[in-house]
């Protein structure tokens, strides 16, 4: 039998074993494709199977043997595959039929809508808890035995220990077994072949020896084994649960439906599917657009962060053309469809957000590189062991016992944790220090930068606006902020929140959409907003920009907002150039006050005015370059530069969409937290080299041991268990890598015109 080896752990199966599907109907699987361009048809499919590169690899190279198929795309983080057919009318019945050839389950999904892939993380969860529950009590038992247990005493102890092994290994070796069942079946080879033969083979023999009163068992082998491999396999798959939602993050930004006007003059609500260009909708204040559209009718404020990552927001009115995602702060609108949901601007930022995160399938895991060559070299050390030993011993369980030996020390235990187990450590050291870390690849990553990136507001400023000016009478300053409380706008929000709390009340409060708040304070008008409207009312001289507030007949009185940096960004950007690295901004904002905040934080590379789909080719330009770049953003309009990068983190205060499509969430105000993860992520990398490093010096010196039968089964599962530790030992030593920032005097207040 022909085996390809595939560096592939293989299929994720469910605890409970593969599930065999029947292929939908013709006519719904002719449902799944959607028409593209030059008559060919599209059709995307939920995998939820896929767990590493070489499930990647398997798959878009099966998919693209079959003569129907232009061209497979799998996207391990969001777990889908996305298959261009030759023609529209193709049936996709080969390309479901090869993916379950191939042991992966598969049916079709929507584009905005998320696979289900939370049946494998529940399943691990409570078999990894089984091994652990089985593991300690076994070895409990196999200590007493250590200790001089002998006779009767002895064989009771063995008993038990097989009566809690059995169970165990039955139910927390699932994955294992049909991970290589389905393997065998698919005729290739992977890691989980040689750890479910080790396992499989220790449980018979010790249960032969346990039957004959033998004094040597290994039941205490198998569970521990389990519950090593167990932990490193669910720490793989909760990290990558983390990393999957960036895509539905920009989906639930766009609403269900919309209220659309029917030629009668009537209101009906479609959802946005059913919504189609020409179509009149109306959006009330403090609602989204599902779609782009132009207005036709009123006048307002928006917010557009969505796609400058500006949070003031911009004065609307008749025959401007917003994008889907814009939401409407003060006044109701009466738009035009100008396209369809899916050809709205919200859905091709998932577009590309979906497709950046595709081309991350091809970072493979480096415990993955080397299980290339594992399985099959320790499936013939151990065939070779047990042919030599019977040839020259005549005796076959003497020969089985040292080819279960060269099994059990040579299984993957320690290769397995030398790269989660770094991971978890450093983890945990950077959520003390306040930093998220949803990939442990995204370690591996940031050792390989060697420039970075930041966005401008939300990022390199706090992302709220603060005040100067106004009036100073308090009477005053309590009318201002009674008028702020009324509205929407972030600038009045801003003003509000950082007047003195004296209450005042105002009567017959309206907010005017584009103008600002008006009410009345002991019978006369008082206003707050723009400026050239504020000033109609109020006496002297005309205000000419910004936030004005008077009362009528009395001076104006302005409001100055200011943006202000975050703390530790100067130091931040200084600590990367001293590493090394070259720091630039990236940024929508206008060139101006780009340039005056890139001063300000000592970034000298300046890139203004970026729409997402700029940011994101300005990041593949330099990938293309031989470049590895570290994004560092926080908006909407953030999301997909987030996921294109090498490597990205946000901050806590970011959006949605921007915290789940980067890989890091600095939960802090500081930026000091980019640089010293930098640092750890470079520890890191050495403690991987290092752990690697002892795996394959304690195999080099295991194995000729076991094979010259030096090494018994019980020896050998200790020594397997010895190799772990030190390598868990090795990695804890990262805890005292991330040393606390270094305490600064306070920097006076960094603030500049908004």
Known sequence: MKMDINESHGPALPVSGPRKTDPPPRA????????????????????????????????????????????????????????????ADDDPLPVLERLDALGHEAHPIEADREADTKGEGPGLLRAMAVAGFGAMNVMLLSVAVWSGADGIMRETF?????????????????????????????????MDVPIALAILLAVALSLFETARGGEEVFFDAAVTLLFFLLTGRYLDQLMRDRARSAVMGLARLAPKGALCLRADGGREWLPKEAIAPGMRLVVAAGERLPVDARIRRGTTDLDRSIVTGEAMPLSAGPGMDLEAGTLNLTGE????????????????????????????????????????LYAPVVHL????????????????????????????????CALGLAVPVAHVVAAGRLMREGVLMKDGAALERLAEIDRALFDKTGTLTTGTPRIAGGPEDADDRAVARALALRSRHPAARAIAGQLDAFELTAEAVAEHPGLGVEGVVRGRRARLGRASWVAKIAAGPRPETGPAFAIEGQKARMFDLHETLRPAAREAVADLKAAGLPVALLSGDAGERAARIAALAGIDEVHHGATPAQKVAHLD????????????????????????????????????????????????????AVPATYGLARATARIVRQNFALAIAYNCIAIPLAMAGLVTPLLAALAMSGSSILVIGNALRLNGRLAPPKARPEPQALMMPA
């Open 158 to 190: 063995h008993l038990i220990s097989g009566l809690i092994a059995l169970p165990v290994v039955a139910y927390a070796g699932q994955p294992f077994f049909w991970s290589a069942l389905s393997a065998l079946k698919a005729r290739r080879l992977n």
């Open 28 to 87: 719904e699987r002719l449902a799944m494709i959607r028409p593209s361009t030059a008559g060919r048809g599209v059709c995307l499919l939920s995998v939820p199977g896929l767990r590493c590169g070489g499930c990647v690899a398997a798959v878009e190279r099966a998919l693209a043997e079959l003569p129907q198929v232009v061209s497979a795309r799998a996207n391990l983080t969001l777990k889908q595959v996305r298959v261009v057919l030759a023609r």
């Open 381 to 412: 050390l151990a065939l070779l062991t047990f042919m030599g030993w019977l040839w020259v011993t005549r005796d076959w369980q003497a020969s089985a016992f040292v080819a279960i030996s060269v099994l059990i020390i040579t299984c993957p």
């Open 621 to 672: 330009a330099l990938r293309n370059g031989g470049h590895r770049a570290l994004m560092v953003g926080d908006g909407l309009n953030d999301a997909a530069a987030l996921a294109a990068a090498h490597v990205s983190m946000a901050p806590a205060s970011a959006s949605e969409a921007g915290r789940t499509a980067a890989d890091f969430v600095i939960l802090r105000d500081g930026l000091d």
């Open 333 to 372: 609108i009466e738009v035009e469809v100008l396209r369809a949901a899916d050809a709205s601007f919200l859905a091709e930022m998932m577009r590309m957000l979906g497709a950046a995160e595709g081309g991350r399938g091809g970072y493979v895991r480096i415990a993955d590189r080397a299980a290339r």
